[in-house]
């Protein structure tokens, strides 16, 4: 890692993307942490056009910093989408300046927006990684996860009314045919009850009365009328 002078309030460390600077002082907002320098190209030299890397930054149409030498700290700072720096450009002084827009803390990581062709250009294609966008996709995945964890309890419920729906006909099924049975046994008894009855009565030779007949039985004399004198 490149040397700093103690005095800097900041210093190069491990970052989620790699090195970044972090700041090793309180930085109050406004304050011009650090310049970013390097050589400068004239994009009307064809060989200094041609040139291509990461750390080009553009003062103008025809001035660019190439800011990919070592000595360059400023290269080591990484883009935000919400960050707490910025870079102040004076393209008549073709110089760069990276000055705090928020009361930075010590141990609290320096960052600026890179711009639109830049995050267009290298950041999209890969993806962000800066904290404010990984925060983003933690809380699209949260919000997955909980979106599918509601669906997930809404078919179980769905599918628990449904088992009870089916239940509940079943055993509504099931006592109707069981009525069913029991008054179809009643019927059987009682025709079954019936039927001894009338085989009782005919072997005791009972008779039968037949109803308008009067039982036949022995005839009277007939007394003859008076004779008359």
């Known amino acids: 890692m490149p040397s700093i002078p103690p005095n800097k309030p900041y210093r190069v460390g491990r970052s989620r993307t790699g090195l970044g600077l972090f700041a090793t002082k309180p930085i109050k907002k406004g304050t011009k942490i650090i310049r970013y320098f390097g050589p400068l190209l004239d994009s009307k030299k064809e060989e200094e056009d041609a040139i291509e890397n ?57 960052n600026y927006d890179y711009g639109t062709d830049y995050f267009k250009a290298y950041l999209k294609p890969i993806g962000c990684k800066c904290a404010s966008c990984e925060k983003k996709r933690k809380k699209k995945r949260a919000e997955a996860r909980a979106e599918k964890a509601r669906l997930r309890a809404k078919a179980e419920r769905k599918a628990l009314r449904k088992a009870e729906k089916l239940a509940k006909a079943d055993a509504k099924l099931k006592e109707k045919l069981k009525a069913k049975a029991a008054q179809k046994k009643k019927l059987n008894g009682h025709v079954l009850n019936g039927k001894s009855a009338n085989a009782k009565h005919l072997n005791g030779n009972s008779r039968v009365r037949v109803a308008g007949r009067k039982s036949a039985g022995r005839k009277r004399p007939v007394s003859a009328p008076p004779l008359q004198a």
């Open 54 to 110: 990461k750390y080009l930054f553009e003062l103008s149409g025809r001035w660019t910093i190439d800011g990919s030498v070592r000595e360059n700290i400023a290269r080591y700072i990484n883009h935000s989408c919400r960050p707490n720096a910025e870079s102040d450009v004076k393209p008549r002084k073709r110089k760069v300046f990276i000055r705090a827009i928020k009361n930075i803390e010590p141990g609290e990581e320096i």
